[in-house]
């Protein structure tokens, strides 16, 4: 019998899995319903497309911000302490999400409920790993993994069917009782680990930090709006962020005791981890953000019907377990490679899409890449932290859970930025050789327009005009998704897996 059979995992062990996971579903429910209901928020709140982005992506960026305070704050109040408050604040800011009555106090809400839930990801991971020796990691992450994957499922499910029989507001209120279900296991499985460990708390170095991340958010936001370089708005995010990052490196190289430790940083593992959590964050929610305007908007599919297609992303990943364990074990820097390059081709379908596309098409092509996703993210936490030492797993966790959101927020906005971007360029350029009066490009969108010459006929025209050059913009965002994973992949084979071939040699035995 082997060290990673479960039934080697105490019965502590494995209520410590199940709290992680409640907390982690509740992360992701919360994250992702948020993503099918934002084009009702939208008309509710009269934003426009960037405008309502905001609600997601300064939510990352909270996250982002408050996530390097998880291990100082660990130490100082102790995992079972800083993991309850977490929970619970999270949750007493997504039911007050659901009284705000503009866009600006949705923003500022959704901010807070950011830096609440900032440590949950980190510390649940930091706690997994901590719990469970090194034969037993690849099982007990595939199985939280297996809990965890719900989130995407049930995320856009049930935002869509709040959404749509209820109201958007009815989403946020409804995540009151899983909050508080999710406290009981907290309360009895975990610990007061690491509490009485905080060194000195490095408030410069966060500061530094903390104004790179939003400085670095708000140049990527607002460029498009402002003009870039022309703004002086622009400029002074675009200098922040540059003297923030450079700032923080330098004082995180002299300081006593930074913010992270500098030692943290010579393990060539974890190194590339944080280079491969990056793309992972680029990855994670842009399909959710993008499919979802594109299905109402364009194809007039209900919210329900969105979510139901939607969280096929999250039934890949939970297939992806069925291999992903053994796969890990066994060659765990290929598993990595080969579920990137899966993303990538799931990436190339999506941009083989037209204005016509099926609820198939959607289907599979989610589906295809969360299965690739799946299968990237077990192999990538344990070769990231195989060989870092113990006294690093909750800061290690952190920075990874940074890069991982900063990676998400950053590419939601460029994603934004070259929809925008390209969807009125193709505007500019079908409405310069189309016109009521000439159809003689023959481009079968405009048959039904042969006869046109009433206001009626013009405001179809308008509308086709609005779909096919909108379905252009989306498009160049796919080919932009395909772009992360087939950059990353070859890096796989840069880790050093010496570790990972004692847990297979182990598992032979």
């Not at 204005?355 to 989610?366: G, H, K, M, P």
């Not at 909750?394 to 890069?403: D, K, M, P, R």
């Not at 490009?441 to 509308?463: I, Q, T």
């Not at 890096?491 to 032979?508: D, V, Y």
Request: net charge neutral; hydrophobic share 55%.
């Amino acid at each position: 019998m082997n060290a990673a059979d479960p039934s080697r995992i105490t019965g502590r062990q494995w209520l410590i899995v199940v709290t992680v996971q409640s907390v982690t579903l509740l992360f992701g429910v919360t994250l992702t319903s948020v993503t099918v209901i934002l084009p009702q928020m939208k008309g509710a709140l009269s934003a426009t497309q960037d405008q309502i982005s905001w609600v997601l992506t300064l939510n990352l960026v909270a996250t982002a911000v408050a996530t390097p305070l998880t291990g100082w704050l660990a130490g100082k109040m102790g995992q079972r302490n800083l993991l309850l408050a977490s929970v619970l604040g999270f949750t007493g800011a997504s039911v007050l999400c659901g009284f705000a009555d503009s866009l600006e106090t949705l923003i500022a809400i959704r901010v807070l409920q950011g830096a609440f839930g900032a440590p949950i990801f980190p510390l649940g991971q930091a706690i997994l790993l901590g719990s469970f020796n090194r034969e037993q990691q690849p099982f007990v992450v595939m199985m939280w993994g297996v809990g965890g994957v719900f989130g995407p499922i049930l995320g856009p499910t049930f935002g869509g069917i709040v959404g749509e029989w209820l109201d958007w507001r009815w989403t946020f209120f409804l995540i009151l009782p899983l909050g508080l279900a999710a406290c009981i296991p907290i309360l009895l499985a975990i610990g007061h680990k690491e509490r009485g460990t905080a060194r000195h708390f490095d408030a410069a170095g966060f500061v530094m930090i903390a104004v790179a991340i939003g400085a670095t958010q708000l140049f990527f936001d607002r460029g498009q709006r402002n003009d870039w370089f022309d703004s002086l708005e622009i400029v002074v995010s675009a200098a922040l962020a540059v003297a923030g990052f450079y700032l923080f490196l330098v004082h995180s190289w002299l300081a006593r005791a930074p913010l992270f430790a500098p030692a943290a940083f010579t393990d060539r593992n974890f190194v590339l981890g944080l280079f491969f959590a990056l793309a992972m964050g680029m990855l994670q929610f842009t399909p959710m953000i993008l499919f979802p305007p594109l299905l109402q908007e364009l194809r007039g599919y209900p919210e329900a019907v969105v979510g139901y297609l939607i969280a096929t992303r999250g039934v890949g990943n939970l297939l992806s377990f069925l291999v992903v364990a053994q796969f890990t074990r066994r060659a765990p820097r290929l598993c990595l490679a080969t579920g990137m390059a899966i993303q990538a081709c799931a990436g190339v379908w999506m941009g083989s899409l037209d204005v016509n596309l099926r609820s198939e098409d959607v289907f599979w092509s989610n589906l295809l890449h969360g299965f690739g996703f799946g299968l990237s993210y077990t192999p990538l936490a344990i070769l990231t932290f195989s060989t870092l030492p113990p006294a690093y797993l909750t800061q290690g966790n952190a920075v990874f859970s940074l890069l991982r959101m900063l990676g998400s927020s950053i590419f939601i906005s460029l994603t934004l930025l070259l929809f925008v971007h390209t969807a009125a360029e193709a505007r500019v350029a079908l409405t310069s050789v189309v016109s009521v009066f000439d159809f003689g490009l023959g481009a079968p969108w405009l048959a039904p327009f042969a006869d046109a010459g009433g206001s009626a006929d013009v405001g179809r025209l308008d509308r086709a005009l609005f779909r096919q050059s909108s379905m252009i913009g989306y498009l160049n965002t796919f080919h932009l998704l395909t772009l992360a994973p087939i950059v990353a992949a070859p890096f796989a084979f840069m880790f050093t897996a010496r570790r990972a071939g004692a847990i297979a040699a182990s598992k032979q035995s």
